[in-house]
């Protein structure tokens, strides 16, 4: 039945006083949204599929110039879908669990979908859910707190095409306050899809940054610390990776006593699962959730004491060295001496290789190859101009130890700017 928040699928035709057909079109819109004019929706309420009705929109109404008259056809309606914020540092492991839970989702015929967010515009989480086969659009130059009109824009693209019934969105991790910007303006917009918010945490540095033991400037430490504070769920991920499981779980008990905290392995699929279950069985609305008490300058200046490299390379390489040379590439960046966020490359649209804080668990079989194409994303504490620095030498030293050529496609190379987000609930 139509209401607030359902989504509806109709035919319609649309007539004018003197009867003449103006449109004859099949539409899906958000019931509630500012998609379709708000009097014609009011007639629709409570419409199930398959009833027919004619609705009106009379001269001087919403600033129409004639009396309209609309037949309409109601093809489908269901229940508008639950979305998922995902948020924490870079190199978390937020796609990783995307990915496993979309997998794990589809196989049980649940449509889900995906929206990626970064600082750049070339993104290698996008070009690989894309890989992937998982519906996606992208929030680009700047996070989802100040780009909200841009992550709204996606949503309702995404609940018109693809009809998720479960949609997650993974927010850029240098950002935080996602509370205030984005779950509660979220809320306000859609309560009906139970918006939830999960941070990640990497299991092997979280300790670090806890403890205060960490090469990231205090700053930066900040964002990871007021990113764990407002998590509805804090997931703290490749836990695989960790021998001494008792003493990281102390930790968090005696930080985050209060938290519902998960320790997830995200190539298990019962972590993976018993994730999705917890999001479910959060209750909601936002009154358990309050906004961060965060000052901006301390935010926008740790945001600053990093540096966003996006470049595409296509390696050259007579004697089929191409692959290898990529990763040739990719370990010299990785062995800089600046506090790495995420390098991540993504090897001919289809292979993601990460290098994080706690170093790489990708293993990449090569093959001979003339030819490849190598997208990096590199988010690493330093300056613009030293990370420019860094990939040039790394990539003359490359073609140097394979005797290939390195072209570059596009790049950029900046600092995030100052957040100044869409809307704050405080
Ligand atoms: N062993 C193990 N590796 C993981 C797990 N989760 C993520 N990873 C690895 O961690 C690296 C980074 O993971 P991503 O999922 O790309 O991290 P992210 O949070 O999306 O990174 P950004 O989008 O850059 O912020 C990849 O090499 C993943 O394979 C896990 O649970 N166990
Ligand atoms: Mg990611």
New binding site residues.
């Given amino acids: 039945m139509i209401g607030k928040d359902t989504i509806v699928t109709l035919n319609y035709t649309m007539r004018n006083g003197r009867g003449e057909i103006l449109e004859n079109r099949r539409t899906t819109y958000l019931h509630g949204s500012s998609a379709i004019s708000p009097l014609l929706q009011a007639q629709l309420e409570g419409l199930e599929p398959g009833q027919t009705k004619k609705v009106f929109l009379k001269k001087g109404q919403e600033n129409a110039d004639d009396d309209f008259t609309f037949d309409i056809v109601i093809e489908a309606v269901r229940q508008a879908m639950q979305i998922h914020l995902?948020g924490?540092?870079?190199?978390?492991?937020?796609?990783?669990?995307?990915?496993q839970a979309c997998r794990l989702l589809s196989k049980n015929g649940i449509l889900t979908a995906v929206i990626?967010n970064?600082q750049g515009d070339t993104l290698?989480?996008s070009a690989f859910f894309e890989h992937l086969g998982i519906p996606g659009r992208q929030v680009t130059n700047g996070c989802f707190c100040c780009n909200y009109n841009d992550l709204d824009r996606c949503i309702l693209s995404l609940t018109g095409h693809d009809h998720p019934a479960i949609l997650f969105a993974?927010s850029?991790?240098s950002c935080t306050d996602l509370v205030a910007t984005v779950l509660k303006p979220l809320l306000e917009q859609y309560s009906g899809w139970h918006p939830t918010v999960s941070v990640?945490a990497?299991a092997s540095l979280l300790p670090d940054i806890l403890e205060d033991h960490t090469a990231f400037d205090p700053t930066v430490r900040y964002i990871y610390l007021k990113q764990l504070e407002e998590a509805q769920v804090i997931v703290v991920?490749?836990?695989?990776?960790v021998s001494d499981q008792t003493s990281l779980r102390r930790l968090l008990t005696k930080y985050y006593p209060a938290k519902t905290v998960l320790y997830?392995?995200?190539?298990?699929n019962d972590?993976i699962l018993r994730w999705l279950q917890t999001l479910e069985q959060l209750s909601p609305g936002s009154d358990a959730l309050p906004s961060l008490d965060i000052d901006y300058d301390l935010y926008g200046a740790g945001e600053a004491r990093l540096a966003w490299l996006d470049q595409q390379l296509v390696i050259e390489s007579p004697s089929l060295d191409a692959q290898k040379a990529a990763l040739t590439l990719i370990h010299h960046l990785s062995q800089t001496s600046y506090p790495i966020?995420?390098l991540?490359c993504l090897l001919d649209g289809t292979t993601?290789?990460?290098?994080?804080p706690t170093g790489?668990?990708?293993h990449t079989p090569v093959r001979p190859a003339a030819s490849t194409t190598l997208l990096v994303?590199a988010?690493i504490q330093t300056t613009p101009a030293s990370l420019s620095e860094l990939i040039a030498e790394a990539i003359q030293i490359t073609e140097k130890e394979h005797d290939c050529t390195i072209r570059t496609l596009t790049a950029s190379c900046f600092q995030p700017g100052f957040p100044r987000p869409t809307h704050r609930i405080p």
């Fill in positions: 995902l924490g540092f870079l190199g978390s492991g937020k796609t990783t669990a995307i990915q990626s970064d290698v989480d993974e850029v991790g990640f990497d991920s490749k836990t695989d990776q997830q392995d995200s190539f298990n972590h966020g995420h991540k993601k290789i990460s290098f994080t790489s668990t990708d994303n988010r």
